[in-house]
């Protein structure tokens, strides 16, 4: 399947304005339609990523919320959403799609990285920052992504790095993930699997340049053999 129902988003607006069980289990046969026919989609994005990537894993969130620790207490999201997480210790980064009334978008890249990679990373920025810059000054990249997600950083600089070094913009970063967002007229199109796959093949150049750092020591040794 290579288009999104149209009642997905009608049952997430019904479900925004009505966000109960009660409300839930009465429709609980029409939001599973719904499931079926978003799975079939993200088996079409699969399909299509292995073309030129190898995807191990599909992680379909769930629509219950955790609300142990929240101050909103409904209990379902009114989004779904589907990550794609590429197959072999070689290949890192990851996709993600969010589905949602005039919030829907595609994502991608390392929401907050383990200590030793986040370290890595930044390790290799304050050593040489021209490959990353090149990648994310591509015309194309840009146009699609503007930059990194700057809302998950710390405040001056990490601990070990100067606050004026020249890649201190990046070297604050705590996630290295971009975004693009999609208008409901694009989601409904017929061409929308199209423009999905396009955006994240937008990432592989960044994607195969953070796979090398992230599988090599600074001297550039496997860290993998």
Do not use: C
């Amino acid at each position: 399947m290579s288009t999104i129902p149209k009642d997905a988003f009608d049952f997430l607006k019904d479900l925004k304005e009505n966000n109960h069980r009660d409300w839930m289990t009465e429709h609980k046969k029409r939001y599973q339609s719904n499931e079926k026919d978003l799975k079939k989609f993200y088996a079409s994005v699969v399909e299509r990523l292995n073309e030129k990537d190898e995807i191990e894993k599909t992680k379909v969130f769930r629509i219950n919320r955790d609300i142990r620790f929240s101050k909103n207490k409904t209990p379902y999201n009114v989004h779904r959403s589907v990550s794609f997480s590429r197959a072999g210790a070689h290949r890192r980064g990851g996709y993600y799609l969010r589905l949602e009334p005039e919030n829907s978008l595609m994502a991608g890249g390392f929401f907050s990285p383990e200590s030793a990679d986040l370290l890595r990373i930044r390790k290799e920025f304050e050593m040489d920052d021209e490959e990353i810059r090149e990648i994310l000054s591509n015309k194309d990249f840009k146009k699609a992504f503007g930059s990194f997600d700057s809302s998950n950083q710390v405040k001056t600089a990490p601990k070990g790095f100067s606050k004026d070094h020249k890649s201190i913009d990046l070297i604050k970063n705590k996630s290295f993930i971009v975004t693009h967002k999609f208008s409901d007229k694009e989601v409904f199109s017929p061409n929308f699997l199209d423009k999905v796959i396009f955006h994240y093949e937008l990432l592989r150049p960044f994607f195969d340049y953070m796979s090398d750092v992230l599988t090599t020591d600074l001297n550039g040794v496997s860290l993998i053999d």
